[in-house]
C-alpha cells in the first residue's frame, strides 16, 4: 500500500471545525481513501472513505485533492468525543488488511 | 453493535505457555484479521483470513498461528508465549477492504510474564 503522511498531532476547540490534512503523493489510480480513528482504550473505527470525488457522511467529511495526493477530513464541530488518533489510510485491493500508519493525535480543549 | 467480539479481554500468561485469543463475529463477513498494538508501532498485522480454511501471514506473523474452520471464528494462537508478545490484541471484519468498512473488536490485552 501506498504511504501517507500525516501531522503527529493537532490541537482545536470544542464547537469549532477540525481540518485533518493527509498527504498521499504516490497513490495509484485504483487507491481508495480511509479514514479512521481510535479512541481511548477501544479498537479503532472506521469513519470516512473515497476514491475521487468529496464524500459526506453523519461523522465528518472528506475532501479530496483534484490530483488526489492529498486529502483532508472534516469535523464540522468538534466536540470532546472526537478526541482520538485519527489515521489516513490507503487501499489499494486485495485481502491483506489495513495498513496503520502514527496517525494524528487530535486534541479538543473545552 | 457491530457484531464482532473479543474473548478473553484480558489475560495474563506464563512464559512458554500457549495461548489462544478468539474472535467471533455474527455479520457473515469474508475477511478477518488479527492485529496487535504496541506503543511506538502502532496497528500492525498478523495474521488475516479470506475465507474458511484460507488464511495468510501478515507483517508480523513469526510466533502466531490462525485457524477459522467456520466463518464466525478467527482463532489467534500464540504456540509458546514470549514477553515481547505482551500486547493489545485487535480483531477485525469486513466484506471487502477495498472500498469497504472494516470494523474492529474491542481488543484483547495479553500480559505475558
Known amino acids: 500500500d501506498a504511504k501517507t503522511t500525516q501531522p503527529n498531532s493537532m490541537e482545536s476547540n470544542e464547537e469549532e471545525p477540525v481540518h485533518l490534512p493527509c498527504n498521499h503523493s504516490?497513490?495509484?489510480?485504483?487507491?481508495?481513501i480511509h479514514w479512521y480513528r481510535q479512541l481511548p482504550s477501544q479498537g479503532p473505527e472506521y469513519v470516512i472513505h473515497g476514491l475521487t470525488s468529496n464524500v459526506n457522511n453523519r461523522m465528518a467529511s472528506l475532501a479530496i485533492a483534484e490530483d488526489r495526493k492529498s486529502s483532508t477530513l472534516i469535523l464540522h464541530r468538534a466536540t470532546l468525543r472526537d478526541a482520538a488518533v485519527y489515521y489516513c489510510?490507503?487501499?489499494?485491493?486485495?485481502?491483506?488488511?489495513?495498513?496503520f500508519g502514527k496517525g494524528t493525535h487530535l486534541i479538543i480543549q473545552p | 453493535d457491530a457484531g464482532i467480539t473479543q474473548s478473553p479481554r484480558h489475560k495474563v500468561t506464563e512464559t512458554g505457555t500457549p495461548v489462544t485469543l478468539r474472535c467471533h463475529q455474527t455479520?457473515?463477513?469474508?475477511?478477518m484479521y488479527w492485529y496487535r498494538q504496541d506503543p511506538g508501532h502502532g496497528l500492525r498485522l498478523i495474521h488475516y483470513?479470506?475465507?474458511?480454511?484460507?488464511?495468510d501471514k501478515g507483517e508480523v506473523s513469526d510466533g502466531y498461528s490462525v485457524s477459522r474452520s467456520k466463518t464466525e471464528d478467527f482463532l489467534l494462537t500464540l504456540e509458546s508465549a514470549t514477553s515481547s508478545q505482551t500486547s493489545v490484541y485487535f480483531c477485525?471484519?469486513?466484506?471487502?477492504?477495498?472500498?469497504?468498512?472494516?470494523?474492529f473488536g474491542q481488543g484483547t490485552r495479553l500480559t505475558v510474564v
Open positions: 483470513s479470506y475465507g474458511v480454511k484460507d488464511t
Open positions: 455479520e457473515n463477513h469474508r475477511y
Open positions: 489510510i490507503l487501499r489499494g485491493g486485495g485481502a491483506d488488511g489495513l495498513t
Open positions: 504516490t497513490i495509484s489510480g485504483t487507491d481508495y
Open positions: 477485525a471484519m469486513g466484506r471487502e477492504f477495498l472500498s469497504g468498512e472494516a470494523f
